[in-house]
């Protein structure tokens, strides 16, 4: 007897949400490697459809026509403080991969005359007072350059309890990443890193963290450089910045003997060109095994692994 299917004009068709897919998760060691992250995180708006046939007859004597639709995978990826020297960068980095992107910043769209801007969705606000049913509504992941200056109290308020809020609006709306900005030691003293600007970064980081443990991301870079605008004026960091990072690359053999010297880092830590930075945050979104803490060095390299 002939093995072959038939395929009627009455054929059944199921459509299949991707929540319905399950998987076995796939452990791997640490300390930046982790299971793949269910199917519903990591895809947006996705579904599978399936068609089969099948004649009368025993169901293991026939064979089975399957055809399955798949979407490929999109990011949509919130990025806090946006218009900023760092964020304006990762905005920019993202619109470049194909990411759709959307900002919020107390000062909306920046007064920048380049293309990438307007693929961005500027939105003026404050994360304190964020209308997140319309932020978070579909991201896939968010970005905090969140972070200033001040008396105490404003330290506190933007680099800790700003971040904090976002985070817990991030993972109440179930965004699957985090990612934040953050500092470099600098190798400093205990008694200087226990100042209000660090321990508010490691109050922040410490909420990503106990959140996100498996795919909350922290970049710790030092002096960050390129061309930075003020009030309308550029400021060419990258004069200073990049002589600088060329320089402690070539003398890194003599430099390394003095590594444990207390605030060595205030001179010998190379600095990260803020393109470098914002492909780091574009590597955390689209790898899915990236999270936990990095340093210098490994912003550079998670940089590299996205750079064409």
Known sequence: MSMSSVVPSSSPTI?????????????????FIRPFAPLQ?????RHVKCSYSRTNGE??????????????RSEKLVVLGG??????AICKAAVSK?????????????????SWVDQVSWLPGDVFYANWDEILIGATAVASAVGGFGNEEQLKRINSEANIAAVTAAKEYGVPKFILISVHDYNLPPFLRESTYFTAKRKAESEVLSRYPSSGVILRPTFVYGKRRVDGFEIPLDLVGEPWEKILSATENFTRPLNFLPASDLLFAAP????????????????DD???????????????????
């Open 15 to 31: 459509s299949l949400s991707s929540s319905s897919i399950t998987r076995k998760p796939l452990f791997l060691s640490p300390p």
């Open 41 to 45: 995180h990591r895809f947006k708006s």
């Open 98 to 114: 194909g990411i759709e992107v959307v900002s919020l910043s107390r000062s909306g769209r920046p007064r920048i005359s380049e």
């Open 272 to 287: 990260v060109n803020v393109d470098d930075l914002a492909l780091a945050v574009i590597s955390a979104v689209t790898d």
């Open 290 to 308: 990236m999270f936990g803490i990095f340093t210098i060095d490994q912003i550079k390299q998670a940089a590299k692994n996205v750079k064409v």
């Open 83 to 88: 218009s900023g020297f760092v964020g304006s």
């Open 59 to 72: 169901e293991s004597s026939r064979s089975t026509t399957i055809d399955v639709i798949a979407d490929v």
